[in-house]
């Protein structure tokens, strides 16, 4: 039977709340050392269980400013020696009729979701080539790949970050760096929270095949079995995590 990894340093973006503290908190469960990179620089704003604090190396961060996430690996890496990995995670939403949407908040959605994805990809390269190789995981959403009024900003980003995790993984393979997008369908969090005081919890009922939304432990679960299982053969791919309803008539 081929071995799990649990050990090595694995950095999280965006690592406050939602679902990145929660993929921050199963990977320091399943035994990783994890770099959470937070724009406060105080970690998980979310409880951790005492026997795990250890495994947080907290640093300051702001994925729009180059920088910042230069910065922030440098100081990850002179405190653990190598980092072996990243989740590319931390996120903005922000909708209009796109008849009405600015370019400021155009840009926003773009910067944060697709531009700080590149940037982060570019300046955890020289860190996983030291390591020897690595996994890059991007957050996407399932938004890539369907059309969504007042989403145009959003969808655009998320379709980007697919496509870098492609170019990524074809020109970094040959230094054992393997990239993936990871894209969940709906997740109840504060990114949405507002959304699910309306209709649309009883929509996505209807909606998806399973009849209910996802939890941030399903999206934590299947980026920590990327890193635990490290399938060589696994690259570059988009991996939804929808419960079905991108796919569902
Ligand atoms: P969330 O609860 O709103 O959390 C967003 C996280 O991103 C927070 O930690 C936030 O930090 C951080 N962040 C935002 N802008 C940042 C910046 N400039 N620099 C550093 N950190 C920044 O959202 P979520 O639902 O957990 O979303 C996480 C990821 O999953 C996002 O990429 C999102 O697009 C994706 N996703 C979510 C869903 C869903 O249904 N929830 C579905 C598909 C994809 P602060 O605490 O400092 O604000």
Redesign the pocket.
């Known amino acids: 039977m081929a071995a799990i990894r649990t050990t090595g340093t694995i950095v999280v ?10 993929i921050a908190l199963e990977l320091a469960q399943r035994g990783f050392t994890v770099g959470c ?4 620089g105080t970690g998980l ?1 979310v409880a951790v269980p005492a026997e795990l604090a250890a495994r947080f190396i907290n640093t300051r ?5 180059e920088v ?1 996430v230069k910065r922030a690996f440098s100081e990850i890496a002179s405190k653990c020696g190598v980092i072996y990995g990243i989740v ?6 922000l909708d209009a009729p796109s008849d009405k949407l600015t370019l400021d908040v155009y840009h926003q959605v773009m ?3 697709a531009t ?1 994805v590149f940037t982060a990809c570019r300046e955890v390269y020289p860190h996983l080539v030291k390591a020897g190789g690595g996994v890059i995981v991007n ?5 890539d790949k369907i059309g969504v009024k007042r989403n145009v900003a ?1 969808c655009a ?2 379709a980007a970050v697919g496509a870098i995790t492609r170019c990524l993984a074809v020109e970094w393979a040959s230094k054992g760096i393997r990239v993936l997008d990871v ?11 507002d959304a699910f005081k309306g209709p649309l919890r009883e929509f996505l009922a209807k909606r998806i095949p399973g009849g209910k ?2 939890t ?1 432990q399903d ?1 934590a679960r299947l980026v920590a079995a990327i890193f635990c299982e490290d399938i060589p053969f696994l690259n570059g791919e988009t991996i939804y995590i ?1 419960g079905g309803q991108g796919i569902a008539h």
């Open positions: 973006t965006g690592a406050s709340r939602g679902i990145g503290a929660t990179l937070t724009r406060k704003e961060c702001d994925v729009t400013d910042s590319n995670n931390a996120g903005i939403h910067s944060t979701n700080a957050i996407g959403s399932f938004f959003y980003s998320k894209a969940p369908g709906y997740i109840e969090t504060d990114l949405n929270r939304h996802g941030p999206v929808d």
